[in-house]
């Protein structure tokens, strides 16, 4: 059985980066302004959040817009250090931890995460894992 360890990486928000969350709005941002609101790399969304899941819009112009609510609430979610059994994931949507089941594991660029469904309300869930076996 494969053993689920979180990993520290990269894309989890520091303590003061977490308090600068509170500063986005509940509007549309581009990923260049939350960015630099936050303090962070603008290429961290293409390669880490947007692939994690994070929850965005693109335009006609494919121009990626992201909610500054939405996305303080999944960075807390996803990077929260939950007090959660192995075999669980937290659901956004339910808001609770939910059982995986069937998950997809995925790699990129030395990110290690699964994809599950929430079985209560079908949402795709990441969770970000580690494929270490004790
Ligand atoms: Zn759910």
Redesign the pocket.
């Known amino acids: 059985m494969r053993e689920i360890v979180e990993i520290e990486l990269r894309g989890r928000l520091s303590g003061q980066q977490k308090t600068r969350l509170k500063k986005l709005l509940e509007m549309m941002y581009r990923p260049s302004e939350i960015a630099e609101e936050i303090g962070f790399e603008k290429r961290q969304f293409y390669r880490v959040y947007i692939p994690l899941g994070l929850p965005h819009e693109k335009d006609a112009n494919n121009q990626i817009w992201i909610n500054g609510s939405l996305f303080r609430e999944w960075a807390l979610e996803t990077y929260k250090n939950p007090s959660m059994e192995k075999n669980e994931a937290y ?6 931890p ?1 059982e995986i089941r069937d998950p997809e594991w995925k790699e990129k660029e030395g990110l290690f995460y699964l994809i599950c469904s ?6 795709k ?1 990441a969770r970000i894992t580690d494929r270490k076996v004790n």
């Open positions: 659901c956004l949507t339910c808001k609770k939910i929430c079985p209560i309300c079908k949402r869930i």
